[in-house]
């Protein structure tokens, strides 16, 4: 296993996989410290959590760096990652216990209660996009209800994944309630297989989920997916149309558009659309591409120069079928990773921008002639991850919101974004089971009735 810097194309370091024999070591490992974590209170379970939140602040800049290097994040974005980090601890160090307290129930019996208990060994496959935050946002709650974890982390972040185990330590965790694992994804089947491993959560692609999830449904084994996105974002001819083209420009380049929650489709009314198009062109044109080791560099290259040879060409390909390319959609040479902001419009049912998840900088715009047709092309999409509308009428926008995008999350008049304090998850190919909030640390718990005669 080695890592690639995607700015230069140099060689960062090669690290050794753990062998089949010290994988095993590892799950037993972590069994035992399950057994001694589950009984440790909810209150030590805390201060650990806020201990590791100061560990993350204090040495952020560090992890910055570290992520910059191996999958090319500006380090101001890096270093934002980082603060969302000890958020997530701080939140579940602040609420876990409220969260899971019993939990009383009215019945005939003399007593009547659900408790709540861990489950034991949680497998974590996690991806490179995000490979501080997609961990601990399972990491927080995962650790505060007494489960212990495991880490199958992307093969070009084992920087990341390796010093996510030296911050537990240094925070002062016990030795292996959490532990990475260099392995290679073939692996992956086989530590599901192992009885001592309990569930598994994965964040990733929707062929990667299914693989997963099917193994785990033939052992009978919980999981939680959070798999692939094509948020649409429906701009109405209401909508405050500066505002809408600042966020979706934002959404559709965070992280050089790579999230599975960045803004993908833009379904916009016909009446107002060669306005927003305008708009949103100079906003999408506007960044300031370079090394991500400068402060003043806003978006970063791709991860893999192969990831974006293979957006280039779902690019091409909806060029020849028909559509326009008003910004971007060039490589140039060199050994990095580089995208430019690109935007499509003319964007139909059948190319792969309307039908297909682009995972780079790459905006597909769609117009249609009204709000039944928006809602329709919102929706016919194999994902339901996020979506995003805008409009000045908050009336229309909770009915919508509410009651006719099919997707796990709507945001009005902002761009969708994960939040401790809200539940994340989607439906549909997007995957099933839902992270953070008072629904996430519930996922890997036994969720058990007492009754008292």
């Known amino acids: 296993m080695h ?9 960062v370091k090669e690290y050794k996989l753990h062998t089949a024999e010290e994988v095993s070591d590892k799950i037993h490992k972590a ?7 589950r009984t440790v209170g909810y209150n030590q379970r805390a201060d650990l959590l ?8 204090t040495r952020k800049t560090e992890l910055a760096h570290l992520m910059a290097e191996e999958m090319g994040k500006p380090i101001t974005a890096g270093s934002a990652e980082i603060e969302k980090c000890a958020k997530v601890c701080i939140y579940y160090a602040e609420h876990g216990a409220e969260f899971l307290k019993d939990e009383i129930v009215t019945t005939d019996a003399s007593n009547s209660y659900i408790t709540f208990q861990p489950l034991g060994v949680v497998l974590a496959v996690m991806p490179w996009n995000f490979p501080f935050w997609q961990t601990f946002r399972f990491l927080g709650p995962g650790l505060m209800a007494g489960n212990v974890a ?3 982390h992307a093969s070009n972040v084992p920087g990341c994944a390796l010093i996510i185990e030296e911050l537990l330590k240094q925070a002062g965790f016990p030795e292996h309630v959490f532990q990475t694992l260099l392995i290679s994804s073939d692996s992956v089947e086989s530590i599901i297989a192992n009885p001592l491993v309990k569930a598994v959560t994965l964040t990733g692609s929707t062929e990667a989920g299914m693989k997963v999830a099917g193994q785990a449904a033939s052992l009978i084994k919980k999981a939680v997916l959070e798999l692939g996105g094509s948020d649409p974002y429906i701009i109405f001819e209401d909508a405050d149309l500066e505002l809408a083209a600042s966020k979706c420009a934002e959404s559709r380049l965070i992280n050089s558009g790579q999230s599975c929650i960045a803004a993908k489709r833009f379904i916009v009314l016909e009446e107002v659309a060669a306005q927003f198009i305008a708009l949103f062109k100079d906003k999408m044109a506007s960044q300031h591409p370079g090394d991500p080791m400068q402060p003043d560099t806003t978006m970063g290259p791709m991860a893999k120069v192969a990831l974006r040879d293979e957006l280039h060409q779902q690019v091409v390909k909806c060029i020849e079928m028909g559509a326009k390319c008003i910004l971007g959609g060039t490589v140039e040479p060199g050994e990095h990773a580089f ?8 964007v139909t049912k059948g190319m792969p921008a309307y039908d297909e998840e682009l995972f780079g900088p790459v905006a597909s ?3 249609v002639k009204d709000e039944d047709e928006a809602i329709c092309v919102a929706n016919d999409s194999s994902f339901g991850l996020g979506s995003a509308l805008f409009t000045t009428d908050l009336n229309r926008a909770n009915r919508i919101a509410s009651m006719q995008i099919e997707a796990g999350c709507c945001f009005i008049n902002d761009y969708v974004r994960s939040s401790p304090d809200l ?5 549909k190919q997007s995957g099933y089971g839902r992270e953070l909030g008072v629904y996430g640390i519930k996922e890997f718990v036994n969720i058990k009735s007492v009754y008292v005669a």
């Open 3 to 11: 890592t690639t810097n995607p700015y230069n194309g140099k060689l």
């Open 31 to 37: 069994h035992q410290a399950f057994e001694t974590w």
């Open 50 to 57: 806020k201990k590791l939140a100061e560990v993350l602040t």
């Open 150 to 152: 495991l880490l199958k």
């Open 339 to 346: 995208y430019p902001p690109t935007i499509l419009t003319g």
């Open 365 to 367: 715009v769609i117009v």
């Open 423 to 427: 539940p994340f998850g989607g439906i």
